[in-house]
Each structure stands twice: as structure tokens, then as C-alpha cells.
């Protein structure tokens, strides 16, 4: 069985953060300061895709991969997959091993999207 669990942007702190808990008002989350509440409506959540890159680095949606051959991806729900993977030119990749290298995130490291084809 996946493990279900999730981390947050937090937008007002600009800082990635460790979930704990939420629901549809509140986040409850980890920041480098300290534990933290914050307004739903000033966090992202990114889901844990179940899997991890061949480094061993935990995958989130969200997080931007490197695949030897394929260059540089954004995962993402893909609702026609019912599931996490990636879109391009040739179609959709189903997230589905450990080739991948995450060497970003989308919040983080914006400039790593202007190379993504």
C-alpha cells in the first residue's frame, strides 16, 4: 500500500514545509523556524507519488525530474492516467520507476522550467 502524506509551499514564508495535518481552512506544517498553522488559501499541496527517484529521494508532485534521454519533466496528476506522471511532446509517461532524478521543484526552482520541453 502507498503511503499517503504531503508537503506544502508555503507562500507567504516562501519555503517548502513538512505537513502534518489539514483541512480545507488550515495546514499544519514544519517550517525551518518550527511548527506553523497556516491559512489553507497560503499553502500548495504537493502529494508523495509513492515513489522514489534512483537516488532514493522521495517524488512529489510537483517536483521537477531528469531522465537520461529525455531531459527535464514536471510531475503531475494526470487525470486520464489516474496518476502521477508527466506530459510531452510524444504523449503521457506514467510515473512508474526509478530512472528519474529529482533536481527540483516547480516553487523552488523556477528556472529549471524554461529548459522543460
Not at 508555503?10 to 502534518?20: H, R, S
Request: charged share 30%; net charge positive; with cysteine.
Amino acid at each position: 500500500m502507498r503511503e499517503i502524506k504531503f508537503r506544502a509551499w508555503d507562500k507567504l514564508n516562501e519555503e517548502m514545509a513538512t505537513v502534518d495535518c489539514f483541512d480545507n481552512n488550515h495546514v499544519g506544517i514544519k517550517l525551518k523556524r518550527g511548527y506553523a498553522t497556516a491559512p489553507r488559501k497560503d499553502c500548495v499541496l504537493m502529494q508523495y507519488t509513492g515513489l522514489k527517484d534512483k537516488n532514493g529521494k522521495e517524488i512529489y508532485e510537483g517536483d521537477i525530474v531528469f531522465e537520461t534521454g529525455n531531459g527535464k519533466r514536471t510531475i503531475k496528476w494526470i487525470k486520464e492516467i489516474a496518476g502521477f506522471g508527466f506530459r510531452s511532446k510524444t504523449g503521457i509517461t506514467p510515473l512508474y520507476n526509478n530512472f528519474f532524478e529529482v533536481i527540483g521543484n516547480i516553487y523552488e526552482n523556477p528556472n529549471l522550467l524554461t529548459e522543460e520541453k
